[in-house]
């Protein structure tokens, strides 16, 4: 079936530093997604991106984090500066659409960021 | 906010067993609803879909939906060790945002 990719599975960065989180969504899909899961505890939506522009965010995506997708290349997440509490299971997400037939959201395998 | 609650935490079922996932949700305004299962290691996947009252069922897996009650659950009939992971129940109100509920975690015992 489709698949999306995540480029690092794992990242360990000292506090402070900036961090970049890869995805490579599905070929043909218009809509992406990042959501965070600490260890533990369920999967939080942070933000989606649409036509070059985040359409929702949520009140865990913040001021230090960023996201884009250059030219069609990979959908990023960038943390700067990162902090302690950014420690978490990162998964990007992709779909064709939001219509009822084009919903179904496909995940990466997430990338493991460790702030120390 | 959505608030999405799963029962039972962890399950294990014998092989052939009925496996049967509960969550609940708090939004009556929510639409959709999804399942998606977790195999160690990997990103979560879509297991089934339903938006309307009733049973909706895809092989050996049923999944009912009652909205009045804020209820919908997942039933695993014939279960094989294969379908050991984590199951998700997200909730899609508005067809961008999926929350999720905190998982089951199936284990079918051979």
């Known amino acids: 079936g489709p698949k999306v990719l995540q480029i690092p599975s794992h990242q360990i960065i000292d506090m402070g530093q900036m961090v970049t989180l890869n995805c490579d969504p599905v070929s043909n899909h218009l809509y992406f997604y990042w959501y965070k899961q600490i260890l533990g505890q369920q999967m939080e939506f942070l933000v989606n991106?649409?036509?070059?522009?985040?359409?929702?965010k949520s009140k865990l995506f913040k001021d230090q984090f960023s996201v884009e997708r250059p030219d069609g290349s990979y959908f990023t997440l960038k943390i700067q500066p990162t902090a302690l509490e950014d420690s978490a299971v990162y998964f990007c997400a992709s779909s064709l659409g939001t219509g009822v037939n084009y919903a179904e959201q496909f995940f990466g395998p997430g990338t493991r960021l460790t702030v120390l | 906010q959505q608030k999405v609650q799963q029962s039972p935490e962890s399950l294990i079922v014998p092989e052939g067993g009925m496996a049967s996932l509960n969550c609940t949700f708090s939004?009556?305004?929510?639409?959709y609803f999804w399942w998606y299962r977790q195999h160690s290691g990997e990103g979560p996947k879509a297991l089934m879909s339903i938006f309307s009252n009733g049973d909706k069922k895809e092989g050996r897996f049923t999944a009912h939906l009652n909205k009045a009650s804020l209820y919908v659950s997942l039933h695993i009939k014939d279960s094989q060790p294969s379908d050991s992971a984590l199951y998700f129940c997200?909730?899609?109100?508005?067809?961008?945002?999926?929350?999720f509920g905190s998982g089951t975690k199936l284990t079918v015992e051979p």
């Open positions: 939004d009556r305004n929510s639409q």
């Open positions: 991106f649409y036509n070059g522009k985040v359409m929702e």
């Open positions: 997200a909730v899609m109100p508005n067809y961008n945002v999926l929350y």
